[in-house]
């Protein structure tokens, strides 16, 4: 699973732009689907594995494709490229970073260096306007060669392992969700495993826009239950107080109960948790109300949805170096194993 | 009918977790429906069965309050917001928690205005460990319901937002004799955005939705500029930051209560939002429209209604399930 991580990780993959993730997914479950098993691709670009127990609870297993990244937005005389955010990027993340745009070319994120900035400008701190793309095109009719304005490009970052059990790498927020979503098919596949669900495995596009793919995705589906695989922000580094953490990276997948965008359905939270006791599998509740996801749009659509996120910590989240640790990327794949083995929760 | 209101006031219920008022909802609408379901989301909704249009009626469940998040070494617990809490209102007050244990909340320094992240409950633990015997994370709180009988018709406390919606709901569900297809609509989480009614009008898929909610009132020192009265009569919603009501059902609206000597307002809203503005989005589209409660210092702990404005808007809730 970490080879296919890394895999995904590094695909290159801009909401909008999911083409090469999905195709990569494609390819790896394509000869491992359960019998009677269906893929498809709806028209925002969604890959959709239903594997059909029919009338049965539909479970919609949800993790997006799509990571932040950036659009050309203009060309200079100079050859230089003023670009802007898709998703949210903190323009502090950004300065001279390497960038990567979908044909290959490279770039770098250009700043004023600090010893040319005026007091005002020092104090203001980054701002993306203030930024451009260096190409290593000295003129416009250079550039043009190369890009256009509305070409996407994302960091350029490798996957480096380290530590004791540290990943680092672009994207990981969410193609860590997709590489255990992989897995949980191949599993089904493998073990022959029956689930007590009509299961949906939906990977989708534009999450960091405003989870405009599982709109679409889960208007399809109409899922009674959803639960979406995502990697959290969490704050433990930063000196932050105690209750201002969120969580713990290297203490087990998280289990929240909200977010910003939806209140999760509680018997179904519950169930995840017990069935994490059962099989022993670590994990922690979030310690702070923050973030969005998929999982707003899913549980509002159509006649409405029971939804849970079961979410892996990230430090840096949405720069070149995400870092997640793989006992807690285990933990989440664990915990998605189990809800999926698991008979459809019941009211306490 | 003012101890219907009182009861549903005291069944503390915050967005994310309305079981216990929509219990109680039920055993009061049962035997007035012909069918009563909940979907997905948890929503309640209560059928009157008729050849007629296809009518939405909609007052929110849920309250406003806090979610626990985290407790510290000595027992003291954090809780965020939901929904869109008054933080100058809760503090230094009173909270019950979903399993009844009494606390206060508090502000870190008594000095500033104060914010989420500086206010933690106060339930009297020493240790953490004490405090988790009574409150998990995830559990929620809500400031202490209150109700009291002022001057006039006037009745203070909390959460009369949207309990009253709720009850007269309930109550013109008990008095309607019509022939259309009528949805008594109890949803979930609308103060954290409107996010219950949606789905029920999309499995519903009515030709008309109403929303019965509380409005603000212009008749206080500081309020914003506006032609609704607290004892005035129930307001006739046409606009909001959040919908534009269709017009023909607003006109149609006001018909209506004219013809019925009902006494009404016109309501022109500069902030704030209801279930209606999800309601219209739904599946195809809805034509919406609302009856809304005047309702003084809105969110706080001394929300103020004039029994008045209720009894109006019952009367109006008939009229437009019957004449519609």
């Known amino acids: 699973m970490r080879e296919l991580l890394k895999k995904l990780s590094l695909a290159f993959g801009p909401s909008g732009c999911e083409d090469k993730v999905r195709e990569i997914i494609e390819n790896e479950i394509k000869d491992k689907l359960p019998k009677g098993a269906t893929m498809t691709t709806d028209n925002t670009g969604n890959?959709?594995?239903?594997?059909?127990?029919?009338?049965?609870?539909?479970?919609?297993?949800?993790?997006?494709?799509?990571?932040?990244?950036?659009?050309?937005?203009?060309?200079?005389?100079?050859?230089?490229?003023?670009?802007?955010?898709?998703?949210?990027?903190?323009?502090?993340?950004?300065?001279?970073?390497?960038?990567?745009?979908?044909?290959?070319?490279?770039?770098?994120?250009?700043?004023?260096?600090?010893?040319?900035?005026?007091?005002?400008?020092?104090?203001?701190?980054?701002?993306?306007?203030?930024?451009?793309?260096?190409?290593?095109?000295?003129?416009?009719?250079?550039?043009?060669?190369?890009?256009?304005?509305?070409?996407?490009?994302?960091?350029?970052?490798?996957?480096?392992?380290?530590?004791?059990?540290?990943?680092?790498?672009?994207?990981?927020?969410?193609?860590?969700?997709?590489?255990?979503?992989?897995?949980?098919?191949?599993?089904?596949?493998?073990?022959?495993?029956?689930?007590?669900?009509?299961?949906?495995?939906?990977?989708?596009?534009?999450?960091?826009?405003?989870?405009?793919?599982?709109?679409?995705?889960?208007?399809?589906?109409?899922?009674?239950?959803?639960?979406?695989?995502?990697?959290?922000?969490?704050?433990?580094?930063?000196?932050?107080?105690?209750?201002?953490?969120?969580?713990?990276?290297?203490?087990?997948?998280?289990?929240?109960?909200?977010?910003?965008?939806?209140?999760?359905?509680?018997?179904?939270?519950?169930?995840?948790?017990?069935?994490?006791?059962?099989?022993?599998?670590?994990?922690?509740?979030?310690?702070?109300?923050?973030?969005?996801?998929?999982?707003?749009?899913?549980?509002?659509?159509?006649?409405?949805?029971?939804?849970?996120?079961?979410?892996?910590?990230?430090?840096?989240?949405?720069?070149?170096?995400?870092?997640?640790?793989?006992?807690?990327?285990?933990?989440?794949?664990?915990?998605?194993?189990?809800?999926?083995?698991?008979?459809?929760?019941?009211?306490? | 009918m003012t101890e219907l209101i009182k009861r549903l006031m005291f069944t503390p219920s915050v967005s994310g977790r309305e079981d216990k008022i929509r219990e109680v909802i039920k055993n009061e609408a049962s035997p007035y429906a012909d069918e009563i379901t909940t979907d997905p989301m948890g929503n309640l909704i209560v059928r009157k069965k008729g050849n007629g249009k296809k009518i939405m009626l909609c007052a929110h469940m849920d309250e406003i309050g806090f979610f626990v998040t985290f407790i510290d070494d000595s027992g003291n617990i954090r809780v965020s917001p939901v929904g869109g809490v008054n933080a100058i209102s809760a503090s230094y007050g009173e909270v019950v928690s979903e399993n009844g244990t009494y606390g206060v909340i508090v502000p870190e320094s008594s000095n500033d205005v104060p914010k989420w992240e500086s206010v933690y409950i106060d339930i009297g633990a020493k240790t953490k460990k004490q405090a988790e015997k009574k409150v998990q994370i995830g559990d929620f709180f809500v400031p202490v319901p209150k109700f009291r009988k002022l001057q006039n018709q006037r009745y203070v406390g909390r959460p009369f937002d949207d309990r009253v919606g709720c009850a007269i709901l309930l109550e013109a569900l008990k008095e309607v004799k019509s022939d259309n297809d009528l949805y008594f609509v109890f949803s979930v989480q609308e103060e954290v955005g409107g996010r219950g009614s949606r789905p029920a009008a999309f499995g519903i898929a009515p030709d008309i939705g109403i929303v019965l909610d509380v409005t603000a009132t212009g008749d206080k020192p500081g309020s914003k500029p506006m032609d609704v009265k607290l004892g005035g009569g129930?307001?006739?919603?046409?606009?909001?930051?959040?919908?534009?009501?269709?017009?023909?059902?607003?006109?149609?609206?006001?018909?209506?209560?004219?013809?019925?000597?009902?006494?009404?307002?016109?309501?022109?809203?500069?902030?704030?939002?209801?279930?209606?503005?999800?309601?219209?989005?739904?599946?195809?589209?809805?034509?919406?429209?609302?009856?809304?409660?005047?309702s003084a210092y809105i969110h706080s702990s001394c929300e103020m209604i004039d029994m008045v404005d209720i009894k109006e808007a019952v009367k109006l809730t008939v009229a437009l399930s019957n004449k519609l």
């Open chain 1, 47 to 348: 890959l959709i594995v239903h594997i059909p127990n029919e009338g049965k609870t539909k479970l919609m297993v949800n993790a997006h494709m799509d990571e932040v990244g950036f659009m050309v937005t203009g060309i200079l005389e100079n050859g230089m490229l003023k670009f802007g955010c898709v998703g949210g990027i903190d323009p502090v993340v950004l300065g001279s970073k390497r960038v990567i745009f979908e044909s290959g070319v490279k770039g770098n994120v250009a700043v004023k260096p600090v010893h040319l900035l005026t007091k005002e400008e020092y104090k203001a701190g980054p701002r993306v306007k203030n930024m451009s793309i260096d190409i290593g095109a000295t003129t416009k009719e250079e550039a043009e060669k190369i890009t256009f304005v509305g070409d996407y490009f994302t960091f350029d970052s490798d996957y480096i392992e380290y530590g004791e059990g540290f990943v680092k790498c672009k994207a990981l927020d969410d193609r860590l969700g997709c590489a255990i979503m992989c897995q949980v098919i191949k599993d089904i596949y493998e073990e022959n495993i029956k689930s007590d669900y009509d299961l949906y495995f939906a990977f989708t596009c534009r999450e960091e826009v405003g989870y405009s793919g599982a709109f679409g995705a889960s208007m399809k589906i109409k899922p009674d239950y959803a639960l979406v695989i995502e990697s959290k922000a969490v704050g433990d580094i930063y000196g932050s107080p105690d209750e201002k953490k969120v969580s713990i990276l290297g203490d087990g997948v998280i289990i929240s109960f909200a977010d910003r965008g939806a209140i999760y359905d509680r018997d179904f939270v519950r169930h995840i948790m017990s069935l994490c006791d059962k099989e022993k599998i670590k994990y922690q509740t979030n310690k702070y109300i923050s973030g969005g996801n998929d999982s707003a749009n899913i549980q509002k659509n159509a006649s409405g949805a029971k939804v849970s996120v079961l979410s892996c910590a990230s430090r840096y989240i949405h720069s070149q170096s995400d870092v997640i640790h793989l006992e807690d990327f285990e933990n989440t794949y664990q915990t998605v194993l189990a809800v999926i083995k698991s008979a459809v929760p019941t009211k306490e």
């Open chain 2, 234 to 294: 129930c307001a006739i919603k046409i606009k909001d930051p959040s919908t534009i009501c269709s017009p023909d059902l607003v006109s149609k609206m006001r018909e209506i209560a004219t013809e019925e000597g009902i006494k009404f307002q016109n309501e022109m809203l500069l902030f704030g939002g209801t279930d209606a503005a999800s309601m219209q989005v739904a599946g195809k589209g809805v034509k919406v429209g609302a009856i809304s409660i005047p």
